[in-house]
Structures are given as structure tokens and as C-alpha cells.
């Protein structure tokens, strides 16, 4: 069996790949609630971004959960978690906020000329209050949208005492998975959350490192994996079908369930993945996924106006396709060399070893 840290590097460009086409201009994330007629493009737009994809934040929040409970220490020491919580906030707000500056900039640019671009963050003439809601996703989506996903991780991660208070009862966890759980698709998030359902996924992370059996579970899953991988493949398939039928009025707690047991599936995949040589190719993609993943938004706008300059826009058609290739392969390829640009510039002045991705720790 290949070992845990060799299926997380193989596995974290696949996840970041799938946040990616999540964020690809009029994909169907949510094909319930659009209204387009079922065709082979809408359907595989629905398929990739709206059902499989979705469950790759849950995963890397199970794997940051899996990690922090088992690294971290008992952080019973007089400085123990004020230095646990820098580190957190150094790894994980301060690239959000760094990478949401430029989005920021943007925006206000645009406002000041007239456009009506995200109106709900009224960044122009100057607001501080504003500007700050749209750095730190404080009761709004951010500038950088996808970089919500690090303030709940950072949350979530300064809980982990709790967490593990609350991993020591069976009885008690499930309680309060099924809490957060209902709140999620009952859409509760106390005017506060962005995403309550990343804490769940952060917890199992956690209560999974708390378990001794869990090598036992891991070791099912690697026998396994086939099977689980193609059955999450076809109840996604199925699932993109019912969301756009005439009506899915069940495909959000569907959606939900669906993401509930993805982590297994996408953890499964990784058995499959690391054994060979797409594995070690994966491997050398791994350390710049966290940069892909910062800045990924950004390359697509950029490519997104200038595919429409010289090809206009298009829906779900050939061209439209291509495009969404083509925004995957050049976010890992222009954000991928900045990060080579920059590992090694940090390396030759610091004389330190390469960096690792913080959002798995």
C-alpha cells in the first residue's frame, strides 16, 4: 500500500484542478437552479463542475483536519497554541489576504469607471469597512472568491481543541456532525459563515486522527478503490441528470450527500493514482497547487476577456470547451512558474529547502 503522504501529493493537484473548473465562466455548479435545456455540453459542464467537483474542498478540509489533528501536538503548553494559530494564520490568512489585494484593486477600478461589477461589494468611492469584507470574506463572498475557502479553514483549524474535546465521544461527534451537517443544507449560517459545511468536513479530519482503527479503514479503502471510484462516478452522473430534469427539487440535499461521501471516493482515487506513473507526475505538480489555487481566479478573468475579444462567448459549444481546457492548463502553467520563480529565489537567498503547501496542514 502506498504510503499516506505520497497519495496526498499525487492527490492535491486533482483537487485543485476540480476547484478550478468550478470557477470557469458559465459553468453549471448548480444546474438546478439555471435554466438550460439538457444537452451533451450542459450535461458534462453539470457532471464535471457541478457534481464531482464538488467535493474536492471537502476533501482537502477532511485531509487539512486528518493532518492538524495528527501534527499539532497536544498544544497543552504555555505557548504552544498561540504558536499552532500564528502558524495557521501566517499559512493561511496571509496569502488570502495577499492574493485578494489585486481582485480588490480591480473591482474598485472598475466601480470608479461606471462598470457594475460586484455590486454587493461597494468598494468605490473608498469604504475601509467594505475593503475589509472583501479581503477577509467577513459576512461577504471575497474579491477572490475561492480564497473563502482559507478563512473557513483557518476557523475551523484555531478549533481544534474542541475538536478533539468532541472526538473522544462517538456518540457526541455524530451529534454534532449531524448539527452542522443540517445546517448545511439547511443553508444556516448564523450571518457569519460562508461555508459551515467545511467545519463538518475539518472535524471528521480530526476525529478520524483520534481513532485508532482508522489504518484498519484506510486499508478497506486501498482494497477497494476501483469500486469506489466508479460508483461515485455514476451517482454523479445521475445526479447531474436529476439536477437538470424538470424537476429536482431534492438535488441540493442530494448535492450535499453527495459531498458527505465524496472524501472517500477522491481518497480512494488517490490509491489509484500514486501507484504509478501518473502518480509521479502528479507529484511534481503537487508543491504549486496551493499557489493555483490563490490566484487561479485571476488567471480565468484575465483569459475569460480575452477569449471573448477574439472568439466572443459561447455556452457549453466546442469552442466553449476548449476553453475550459485551456483555463485549466494555463492556471498551472503561468501560476505554476511563478511559484518556481519564486521557490527558488526564497531558496538561493535563504538557503532553505523547498516550501509545502499549507493548505493540507
Same mark, same amino acid.
Given at each position: 500500500?502506498?504510503?499516506?503522504?505520497?497519495?496526498?501529493?499525487?492527490?492535491?493537484?486533482?483537487?485543485?484542478?476540480?476547484?478550478?473548473?468550478?470557477?470557469? !465562466?458559465?459553468?453549471?455548479?448548480?444546474?438546478?437552479?439555471?435554466?438550460?435545456?439538457?444537452?451533451?455540453?450542459?450535461?458534462?459542464?453539470?457532471?464535471?463542475?457541478?457534481? /464531482?467537483?464538488?467535493?474536492?474542498?471537502?476533501?482537502?478540509?477532511?485531509?487539512?483536519?486528518?493532518?492538524?489533528?495528527?501534527?499539532?501536538?497536544?498544544?497543552?503548553?504555555?505557548?504552544?497554541?498561540?504558536?499552532?494559530?500564528?502558524?495557521?494564520?501566517?499559512?493561511?490568512?496571509?496569502?488570502?489576504?495577499?492574493?485578494?489585494?489585486?481582485?480588490?484593486?480591480?473591482? +474598485?477600478?472598475?466601480?470608479?469607471?461606471?462598470?457594475?461589477?460586484?455590486?454587493?461589494?461597494?468598494?468605490?468611492?473608498?469604504?475601509?469597512?467594505?475593503?475589509?469584507?472583501?479581503?477577509?470574506?467577513?459576512?461577504?463572498? !471575497?474579491?477572490? !472568491?475561492?480564497?473563502?475557502?482559507?478563512?473557513? $479553514?483557518?476557523?475551523?483549524?484555531?478549533?481544534?481543541?474542541?475538536?478533539?474535546?468532541?472526538?473522544?465521544?462517538?456518540?457526541?461527534?455524530?451529534?454534532?456532525?449531524?448539527? /452542522?451537517?443540517?445546517?448545511?443544507?439547511?443553508?444556516?449560517?448564523?450571518?457569519?459563515?460562508?461555508?459551515?459545511?467545511?467545519?463538518?468536513?475539518?472535524?471528521?479530519?480530526?476525529?478520524?486522527?483520534?481513532?485508532?482503527?482508522?489504518?484498519?479503514?484506510?486499508?478497506?479503502?486501498? *482494497?477497494? *478503490?476501483?469500486?469506489?471510484?466508479?460508483?461515485?462516478?455514476?451517482?454523479?452522473?445521475?445526479?447531474?441528470? +436529476?439536477?437538470?430534469? !424538470?424537476?429536482?427539487?431534492?438535488?441540493?440535499?442530494?448535492?450535499?450527500?453527495?459531498?458527505?461521501?465524496?472524501?472517500?471516493? $477522491?481518497?480512494?482515487?488517490?490509491?489509484?493514482?500514486?501507484?504509478?506513473?501518473?502518480?509521479?507526475?502528479?507529484?511534481?505538480?503537487?508543491?504549486?497547487?496551493?499557489?493555483?489555487?490563490?490566484?487561479?481566479?485571476?488567471?480565468?478573468?484575465?483569459?475569460?476577456?480575452?477569449?471573448?475579444?477574439?472568439?466572443?462567448?459561447?455556452?457549453?459549444?466546442?469552442?466553449?470547451?476548449?476553453?475550459?481546457?485551456?483555463?485549466?492548463?494555463?492556471?498551472?502553467?503561468?501560476?505554476?512558474?511563478?511559484?518556481?520563480?519564486?521557490?527558488?529565489?526564497?531558496?538561493? $537567498?535563504?538557503?532553505?529547502?523547498?516550501?509545502?503547501?499549507?493548505?493540507?496542514?
Amino acid at each position: 500500500m502506498v504510503d499516506r503522504s505520497t497519495r496526498i501529493r499525487a492527490l492535491r493537484p486533482v483537487l485543485i484542478a476540480l476547484v478550478v473548473t468550478v470557477h470557469i !465562466p458559465v459553468t453549471l455548479y448548480r444546474p438546478d437552479l439555471r435554466d438550460v435545456a439538457l444537452s451533451f455540453g450542459t450535461y458534462f459542464s453539470a457532471l464535471i463542475s457541478g457534481c /464531482i467537483a464538488i467535493a474536492a474542498l471537502p476533501t482537502l478540509s477532511v485531509i487539512s483536519g486528518f493532518l492538524a489533528g495528527n501534527s499539532a501536538g497536544n498544544l497543552t503548553g504555555r505557548y504552544a497554541y498561540p504558536a499552532y494559530a500564528a502558524r495557521k494564520f501566517r499559512r493561511l490568512i496571509v496569502p488570502m489576504l495577499l492574493w485578494g489585494l489585486p481582485m480588490v484593486v480591480w473591482i +474598485y477600478t472598475r466601480q470608479a469607471g461606471g462598470f457594475s461589477v460586484r455590486p454587493d461589494l461597494a468598494l468605490f468611492p473608498f469604504d475601509l469597512e467594505q475593503w475589509l469584507r472583501a479581503l477577509t470574506a467577513y459576512q461577504k463572498l !471575497p474579491a477572490n !472568491p475561492p480564497l473563502y475557502f482559507l478563512r473557513e $479553514l483557518f476557523l475551523a483549524a484555531l478549533l481544534l481543541p474542541v475538536w478533539r474535546l468532541i472526538a473522544r465521544s462517538v456518540g457526541f461527534s455524530a451529534l454534532v456532525a449531524i448539527a /452542522i451537517f443540517y445546517c448545511a443544507v439547511a443553508g444556516i449560517h448564523f450571518d457569519f459563515f460562508i461555508r459551515i459545511d467545511i467545519y463538518l468536513y475539518f472535524f471528521i479530519g480530526v476525529f478520524l486522527a483520534a481513532r485508532p482503527d482508522v489504518r484498519s479503514l484506510d486499508g478497506w479503502l486501498c *482494497a477497494h *478503490a476501483r469500486g469506489l471510484v466508479l460508483g461515485f462516478v455514476l451517482v454523479c452522473a445521475a445526479l447531474a441528470l +436529476y439536477g437538470l430534469g !424538470p424537476n429536482p427539487e431534492h438535488y441540493w440535499l442530494a448535492l450535499n450527500l453527495v459531498r458527505l461521501t465524496g472524501p472517500v471516493a $477522491l481518497w480512494a482515487l488517490a490509491t489509484m493514482l500514486a501507484a504509478g506513473a501518473v502518480g509521479r507526475v502528479l507529484e511534481v505538480l503537487s508543491p504549486v497547487s496551493f499557489t493555483v489555487f490563490l490566484g487561479h481566479a485571476i488567471v480565468i478573468r484575465v483569459a475569460w476577456w480575452a477569449w471573448r475579444e477574439l472568439f466572443g462567448a459561447s455556452r457549453f459549444d466546442v469552442a466553449w470547451w476548449c476553453f475550459f481546457v485551456l483555463a485549466v492548463a494555463l492556471s498551472f502553467a503561468i501560476l505554476g512558474s511563478l511559484w518556481w520563480l519564486y521557490d527558488r529565489l526564497r531558496r538561493r $537567498l535563504l538557503n532553505t529547502a523547498p516550501g509545502q503547501d499549507p493548505v493540507a496542514r
